[in-house]
């Protein structure tokens, strides 16, 4: 029997359904007081007249039906986040296009961090100059030292090498990706998307298997900077899709930051032009981080030296760790103790970084 979850997928997965339709399929649902579960079992003619979609996309729609049956069962992935779960960035919604699912792997409590908008996109051109490089990298791991996560697209050049200087560091890198999970993009970046994977955090809008469209990695870049705190535009040309991004974070009032460069060398007309237009001038590195702040994760490395000094401060979350043992999920032990579920999530997290707990699948934990 599907739960909630599994109406969501098994309408999302329905062809010829993308955003628009979703919502107009929720706004029915909810003018009915209906669930999704519901609507699948309304007669054709009542969903049609609820809807008023054209008659050949009813046509797919009543197909799909029939073919998955009155009692479908359908296997949900379990490394799918949909708009209904706890992790599910906020962002996402506010956005144009918002995404119906994201498809991920690596360390699941990178989420709260990512729901937060706790992290730093560093995005730029695929060819940069040694200049572009040597910036990427010292950010990369600057940010990964001041407890940052660092956001960025696994492309060539620029993405890639910010990811590398945070892994230098022992940071936690972020790899948005234009294509499925088990596709990687460019071939040679197969070493470098298994170490984010381990370290971090990989996401992707395409499921498993889907087609790879040259459009999905300019779609990608909503999802890189609407995670974020603050964009960082280190080396582009005049038609990099870096400046999308710089586009979409000027729209989410998001903070871009734009390393000067060379006025003469082609790869800096676009970066360039965004300090034309008013983006902040990044100097060094260090002058970020001083802006910024420590990051969510040096927090969380405080509270791990606090707690490995100090083995009383744990009994600071008796109730916590009582529900932890008890096996009560994150909504669970919210209820449990009345605070915020990603308040929550986050004190959860300096407990693993700490060693107190690990996690279990179905979002439980235990106590180590």
């Known amino acids: 029997m599907l739960g909630e979850r599994g109406w969501w997928w098994l309408w999302i997965s329905c062809p010829g359904l993308g955003v628009a339709r979703i919502r107009a399929l929720r706004a029915v649902a909810k003018a009915h007081q209906a669930t999704l579960a519901d609507l699948w079992s309304w007669p054709l003619v009542r969903l049609q007249g609820a809807l008023c979609w054209p008659d050949s996309l009813m046509a797919r729609v009543e197909s799909y039906r029939l073919s998955q049956g009155a009692l479908p069962s359908l ?75 660092v956001v960025s697209g696994l492309a060539e050049g620029i993405d890639a090498t910010s990811h590398h200087g945070c892994l230098a560091a022992g940071g936690l890198p972020v790899g948005v990706l234009g294509t499925p999970l088990d596709r990687v993009y460019p071939p040679e970046h197969e070493a470098l998307q298994a170490q984010v994977e381990s370290a971090g955090l990989l996401l992707s809008e395409c499921p498993r298997g889907a087609r790879v469209q040259r459009s999905n990695f300019a779609l990608r870049n909503r999802l890189l900077v609407s995670v974020s705190c603050a964009l960082v535009v280190v ?77 009383s401060s744990v009994d600071r979350n008796p109730l916590l760790l009582r529900g932890v043992d008890e096996g009560l999920t994150l909504e669970q032990l919210s209820a449990a103790l009345s605070c915020n579920p990603n308040q929550l999530a986050h004190e959860l997290l300096q407990l693993e970084l700490a060693g107190v707990v690990e996690p279990k699948p179905g979002l439980r934990w235990r106590s180590v």
Do not use: Y
């Open 75 to 149: 296997l949900v992935p379990d490394n799918a986040l949909f708009p209904l779960d706890l992790d599910w960035p906020i962002a996402f919604d506010s956005l144009q296009r918002p995404p119906l699912a994201v498809h991920w792997s690596g360390q699941k409590h990178c989420w709260p961090l990512l729901s937060a908008q706790k992290a730093v996109a560093v995005v730029g051109t695929r060819r940069p100059s040694d200049h572009g490089c040597r910036m990427a990298h010292a950010l990369g791991q600057c940010l990964a030292r001041a407890g940052w996560p």
């Open 235 to 311: 080396e582009c040309p005049e038609t990099s899709g870096s400046l999308l991004s710089a586009q979409i974070a000027h729209t989410l009032d998001c903070p871009v930051w734009v390393v000067p460069g060379d006025a003469l060398r082609w790869s800096c007309q676009g970066s360039n032009g965004l300090l034309q237009k008013g983006a902040t001038p990044l100097l060094s590195p260090e002058s970020l981080v001083e802006a910024l702040g420590p990051g969510p994760l040096a927090a969380a490395r405080t509270a791990s030296i606090t707690l490995d000094r100090s083995p």
